[in-house]
């Protein structure tokens, strides 16, 4: 497990997420995700809340703040 810390673009306000992946894990799937690969499938062991989390550095709680719950 590592622990990611990303910037809100909403906020500008510092965020963590802790993911279940190793610091390799990681590292790879960034760069597959930066050389054009989809983050699914460069990250597939992530859920799409952590995964727009890497992407974006929104928050689950902001997510749904600014956009509203998925029903």
Known sequence: ???VERK???TG???EMALP???WEYD???EAWQNG???QDAMP???AEQREFVK???TPQKWAELFGEEN
């Open 45 to 47: 062991t992530l859920n």
């Open 21 to 23: 992946i190793t610091q």
């Open 8 to 10: 809100c673009p909403f």
């Open 28 to 30: 790879a799937g960034v």
């Open 56 to 58: 974006t550095g929104i």
């Open 37 to 39: 690969a989809y983050i």
């Open 1 to 3: 497990m590592i622990t």
């Open 13 to 15: 306000q510092m965020n």
